[in-house]
């Protein structure tokens, strides 16, 4: 340990401060008062003993919410309390056993906003009992910040008369000397059994350097997840693009279904095109310029159809027979009102009937 402050928190307002210095794990001063503390200074506050009830017990390695779980469990064994209503504080493990302490919220909240009024924040808060040595066997005393203190093996508690007697059955706990407890509290500070400071009054770490380990872990992570992004990306494109050749493949096999056999390679579709232009014929084809005349023909009254004749050049001629001349204007324009470009022959009578050409091209 380099250098560190043992800050006794008085019992009530009208006793002082005190305080120890540490430094190379030997003392170095004490007073009354807030002392002044550099940034090399490690503040540990020492709780006063009437104020944390200690206990211990039996809780298995577990992770910190299973320990703090099974503690107050412990507590509220002990005390008439609820114990969602306490701060539980539990220790490291030693010797099969942990520390656990207990203490109001209210008086943990008190403590630290004086020590932050004061310009302190400290690492630590340990009970006072827990900076005397842990005896073998029988109790052990000592004057700490003020206040008398005694530790048992799994027990500490303020020294009062009565209470000490009933506890220790008489015994009368043994007087450390200075040196001894010095000594103790030296070794209690480098390693706690048991810090106050946990749960909602856990010390927030402020971080001073940059972890450029982290900084490199967050990058390569960043960069995992692009690369995955993209990838779905890629694979996404190459899905769809799968499935488009997929399909052109097979309309391309169903478009050469449609085309005679012995056709050769080439594009199936543009071919099925060319051969579907064939039989359809030029212009509109034949199918649909006749079928659009004799739409016509047909709702004009006593006109008739005698002969088609369709052309290599997509014109359509229409022999007719009709009533009358109105009649052959009447189909002349519908015809033209469809679309058609229409060229008359010389429509001659004959029986009673006027018969002639019409020449229909789209």
Request: hydrophobic fraction near 45%.
């Amino acid at each position: 340990m380099t250098a560190a402050t043992l800050l006794f928190l008085p019992p009530d307002d009208s006793q002082p401060w005190r305080w120890w210095r540490i430094r190379d794990d030997t003392g170095e001063g004490e007073g009354e008062g807030l002392p002044e503390v550099t940034a090399d200074d490690r503040v540990v506050a020492v709780a006063p003993a009437d104020a944390v009830t200690l206990h211990w017990a039996t809780i298995p390695a577990r992770s910190p919410a299973q320990a703090l779980a099974a503690a107050r469990v412990v507590v509220s064994d002990a005390t008439a309390e609820p114990a969602h209503d306490l701060h539980v504080a539990v220790g490291r493990e030693r010797a099969g056993e942990r520390a656990i302490a207990v203490v109001a919220p209210a008086r943990m909240a008190a403590w630290l906003a004086a020590l932050a009024r004061g310009g302190v924040d400290p690492a630590a808060v340990v009970p006072a009992p827990l900076l005397l040595p842990e005896p073998e066997e029988g109790y052990v005393r000592a004057e700490l910040g003020g206040q008398s203190v005694v530790r048992g093996r799994t027990t500490g508690w303020a020294d009062e008369p009565v209470l000490t007697g009933l506890v220790t059955r008489g015994e009368v706990p043994r007087l450390l000397d200075r040196a001894a407890l010095r000594a103790a509290a030296i070794d209690a500070v480098a390693e706690p059994v048991v810090d106050l400071r946990q749960g909602a009054f856990a010390r927030r770490r402020r971080r001073t350097t940059i972890d450029w380990a982290l900084v490199r872990r967050l990058a390569v992570l960043a960069g995992l997840i692009l690369l995955a992004t993209l990838a779905i990306d890629v694979v996404r494109i190459m899905r769809y693009s799968f499935g488009a050749d997929a399909i052109e493949q097979r309309a391309a096999t169903i478009a050469r279904q449609g085309l005679p056999r012995g056709t050769g390679e080439g594009d199936a579709t543009r071919m099925l095109d060319e051969r579907l232009a064939a039989l359809r014929g030029p212009g509109q084809g034949f199918t649909r310029t006749a079928a659009a005349v004799y739409a016509i023909v047909q709702a004009v009254p006593e006109s008739e159809v005698t002969a088609l004749q369709f052309e290599p050049s997509g014109a359509l001629r229409v022999s007719m027979s009709l009533a009358g001349e109105g009649q052959a204007n009447t189909v002349k324009s519908r015809l033209a009102s469809a679309g058609f470009a229409v060229e008359s022959s010389q429509f001659v009578s004959s029986a009673g009937r006027l018969t002639g050409d019409m020449t229909v091209r789209p």
